[in-house]
């Protein structure tokens, strides 16, 4: 009989049983006695791991003994239903090749409980472990769903560039791409490097946003997102925190901010639900770890169990209510008073922390929170003046254990407002003229906002630092793998 590969995903979730598999995978564990050993293999395609049931009498001690943790084999055998519990079919095995090997003396991915500090070190072969093979199927699942979502509801897929020579978002928090030789730059005759000399003719950096391209998208194609890497120089050396990340941004003609707190709202909901009906095993593997992780915490110190939270996040209208409103409610609170927080709360006009904003979301409404008008200054200078003079329309979401996850605005679509804002906090207008253009022909009210994709997942998966969610992630001081 022919057989045909497959994966172990398709092995365990296949009706069929007593017929001739053949399967390739890496050795989880192998334990047994004498006369029998089972192998449990694992091939990537599911956290679940098949039972292969070796009667040692079969094979050479040779092959054996190279069948250790870590290894690469190659198995043809028969795939029956299990009499032992905790799996519902096995193979046994007929012939078993091993493809690579792996010096039980020297692999450091060991049958036991790692830290996630330690696979962080050892970042290339982390992805061998449950805890990373789950964190990356989801983070596939996610990244799959946001196109879905996105192709479901009419907008385009727009790539935004990744070199860009506007400055004006990110200023002095930025990567410089330049093919200039750093000993010995061409200078101006002010003693500055002569950027014009540059690859580009002009001084070019790492985007921190697709945003203002989108925006020029937008006002063609009505709605469109961008999904790719965006680069910050920041020295935020915190669990939520990447120099490269990736965005999510989707920006709308004719949207204005009611319709965009409604499109994030829904969009996130999608996004969760869809990894409660795609995702369950994986899930519930972080779930029973986290839950192992909270038992040495404090009761009250302990957080909700990720399926429940997940599903709460769903269930919930997210509250809605503006930033002088939350200033009050934080200004009054208990832990303010108290001097709880680290940076206190002392009036209108200052910037939200994280404690801030997760104590709003995990202590006063319980529920995901979208902040609407900021004050101006804290805000970038492409948001919606609000008739008050004073605020601007942006809006933040802010999730439980992360704070802001979502930040986003109605955008200025009033040619003179948006160039004196820019005057205002010095933004060279001549060089934005592009953006200008926008406004200048066919303007229209028009919003949009970005998630950050790994805060996402930081969510999703319950995962406590960002670097954790991120296949390599690159932090000040670190981009070895
Ligand atoms: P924060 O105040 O948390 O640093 P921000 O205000 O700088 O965020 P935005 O510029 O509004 O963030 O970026 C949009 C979204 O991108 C944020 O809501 C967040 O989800 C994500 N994000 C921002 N900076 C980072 C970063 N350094 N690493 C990972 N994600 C980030
Ligand atoms: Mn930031």
Redesign the pocket.
């Known amino acids: 009989m022919k057989t045909k590969k497959v994966s172990v995903k398709d092995l365990l979730e296949s009706g069929e049983c007593n017929k001739e598999v053949e399967i390739s995978g890496w050795v989880r564990t192998k334990r047994g006695n004498k006369q029998v050993n089972f192998i449990a293999l694992n091939d990537g395609s599911t956290i679940n791991n098949i039972q292969v049931v070796v009667e040692t009498e079969n094979f050479s001690e040779e092959v054996l003994k190279k069948i250790t943790t870590g290894a690469a084999i190659h198995v043809q055998g028969l795939l029956v239903e299990s009499s032992g519990s905790g799996q519902a079919r096995e193979i046994q095995a007929k012939v078993l090749d091993v493809l690579g090997e792996a010096d039980p003396d020297k692999y450091p991915i060991q049958p036991k409980k790692h830290s996630l500090e330690f696979l962080r070190e050892v970042a290339h072969l982390r992805f061998r472990t449950n805890v990373f093979g789950a964190v990356f199927r989801i983070r596939h699942a996610m990244a799959f769903a946001i196109h879905q979502y996105f192709n479901e509801h009419g907008f385009y897929y727009l790539h935004t560039p990744l070199i860009t020579a506007s400055d004006c978002e990110g200023a002095g928090e930025m990567f410089r791409v330049t093919t200039l030789d750093p000993k010995n730059p061409p200078l101006t005759e002010n003693g500055e490097v002569d950027y014009k000399q540059d690859f580009f003719g002009r001084a070019t950096n790492l985007t921190v946003?697709g945003q203002l391209e989108g925006e020029l998208g937008a006002m063609a194609l009505g709605k469109i997102y961008t999904f790719g890497p965006t680069f910050?120089a920041?020295n935020?050396n915190t669990t939520?925190?990447?120099?490269e990340?990736w965005?999510i941004e989707p920006e709308m003609a004719f949207y204005d901010l009611n319709d965009n707190m409604d499109l994030a709202e829904d969009f996130l909901k999608y996004l969760i639900k869809y990894a409660l009906e795609h995702c369950m095993d994986d899930l519930k593997f972080l779930s029973a770890r986290l839950q192992e992780e909270e038992k040495t915490k404090k009761a009250e110190e302990r957080s909700m169990e990720l399926i429940e939270k997940l599903n709460f996040v769903l269930t919930h209208d997210f509250e809605r209510l503006s930033y002088t409103e939350a200033i009050e409610i934080l200004k009054n609170s208990k832990q303010n008073k108290s001097g709880k927080f680290q940076y206190p709360v002392t009036g209108w006009g200052v910037d939200l922390q994280?404690e801030h904003e997760r104590y709003l979301v995990e202590k006063h409404f319980k529920k995901p929170v979208i902040l609407t008008g900021y004050p101006k200054e804290i805000k970038a200078f492409y948001m919606k003046q609000n008739p008050d003079g004073k605020t601007v329309a942006a809006m933040d979401v802010l999730f439980p254990q992360i704070?802001?996850?979502?930040?986003g605005s109605q955008r200025e679509e009033d040619y003179e407002k948006l160039v004196n804002r820019m005057r205002e906090v010095g933004i060279p207008v001549e060089s934005m003229s592009y953006y200008l253009d926008t406004r200048r022909y066919g303007s229209a009210v028009h919003s949009g906002f970005?998630?950050?994709f790994?805060?996402l997942l930081l969510f999703v998966t319950g995962m406590g630092n960002?670097r954790d969610v991120i296949p390599f992630p690159r932090t000040p001081k670190n981009a070895e793998f």
């Open positions: 946003s910050r920041e935020s939520r925190h990447l120099s990340f965005m994280s704070g802001e996850i979502i930040g970005g998630l950050g790994e805060r960002i």
